[in-house]
């Protein structure tokens, strides 16, 4: 079974600049999350979608980030303009289900400079 | 607000030598506690999940542990390739409760312990 693909792996990106992550959940996932994850801290989460629609975005900046997911499956996660405190690993998860495991993908480290 | 703390930060063993992790919270509304295992540059890997008090589960040479205020990954005659940083997460109401005015399903993290078997 495939799991979740995330692209790109690494970006690096000037402040103030724009910057798009993509997230392919696992097949038949209805739901989707976004953590961000910055070093030496475990993840936190951003957004979580149950098929297209959100359930949760109270802990994205939404001032500067913003998520879709387009037809339920794909989703992408955008940042504009980014800081220097958004340097960090976003990873992309996703569950059967609203209550089981989620799996997560490889993520993408962002640094901003 | 929900937190999770998990001790040591990091610990080192010796090839063969047992020891656990905790994992302290505090939370309304437990729905259920999660470990992963995440390696260096990967996402965290699934690794069990526990709903109860009481309720135990085990994999290979790790087994997880559940109480009211903490949970404990016990390593029995762990090997270096068990070395990797384990994150406990906790999941609080649900879509159910979300719709009747809860919370949603997403984790809340610890910082994770990091873990090295020396051989």
């Known amino acids: 079974e495939a799991g979740v693909a995330q692209s790109p792996r690494y970006k690096i990106i000037e402040k103030r600049q724009s910057v798009a992550f993509w997230c392919n959940p696992i097949s038949g996932h209805a739901t989707l999350y976004w953590y961000q994850q910055i070093l030496g801290q475990g993840p936190k989460l951003l957004i979580q979608f149950q098929n297209n629609g959100v359930v949760d975005d109270s802990q994205l900046p939404k001032d500067r980030f913003s998520a879709e997911r387009l037809k339920g499956v794909d989703s992408t996660l955008k940042i504009q303009p980014a800081k220097l405190e958004d340097s960090a690993v976003y990873l992309c998860?996703?569950?059967?289900?609203?209550?089981?495991?989620?799996?997560f993908g490889q993520g993408t480290r962002l640094t901003v400079v | 607000e929900d937190q999770v703390t998990q001790s040591p930060e990091a610990l080192r063993l010796q090839e063969g030598e047992s020891s656990s992790l905790n994992c302290s919270y505090t939370v309304s509304g437990l729905r259920g506690l999660f470990w992963y295992r995440q390696d260096p540059g990967k996402g965290p890997e699934f690794l069990f999940t526990l709903y109860s008090a009481g309720e135990e589960k085990e994999k290979e040479r790790l087994k997880a542990t559940l109480t009211k205020k903490e949970s404990f990954l016990h390593i029995t005659a762990p090997k270096p390739e068990d070395s990797a940083t384990y994150l406990c997460a906790v999941q609080v109401g649900g879509t159910q409760e979300r719709y009747s005015g809860g919370g949603a399903d997403g984790l809340t993290f610890g910082k994770g312990t990091h873990l090295i078997i020396q051989p």
């Open positions: 998860a996703s569950s059967l289900t609203w209550n089981t495991e989620a799996f």
